[in-house]
């Protein structure tokens, strides 16, 4: 005889994860705006700012974004491998490097 389902647990326990994986994106959104320094500008102009990058049909200037984003995280992998932040000189020399490759 099969053991019948707890309905009422297992919908606790998607809830708690929901919640946890809700928590998580908020404080990886946060960290992102710090990392960026957009902490510095006003909350309106943030606001403001990615609501117009929402609102945007520009697909070149979306691509623009996309790739900036792109170049931002992978010069924060090369100073995370690197072990040290050796300044904004030697953080060009790397994709100089890649782009001859």
Known sequence: ??????IDSELKALEA??????????RQL???VI????D???TDMLTGALLGAVATKDTSAKEG??????????RGARKAAAG???????DT???RNAASA
């Open 1 to 6: 005889m099969r053991k019948p389902r707890d």
């Open 17 to 26: 994860k929901a919640k946890t994986l809700k928590e998580r994106r908020v």
């Open 30 to 32: 946060g960290e992102l």
């Open 35 to 38: 990392a960026t320094g957009a």
């Open 40 to 42: 510095a500008l006003d």
């Open 65 to 74: 974004w996309r790739k900036a984003g792109a170049g931002f995280f992978q």
């Open 84 to 90: 040290t932040d050796r300044g904004a000189a030697n």
């Open 93 to 95: 020399a790397p994709d």
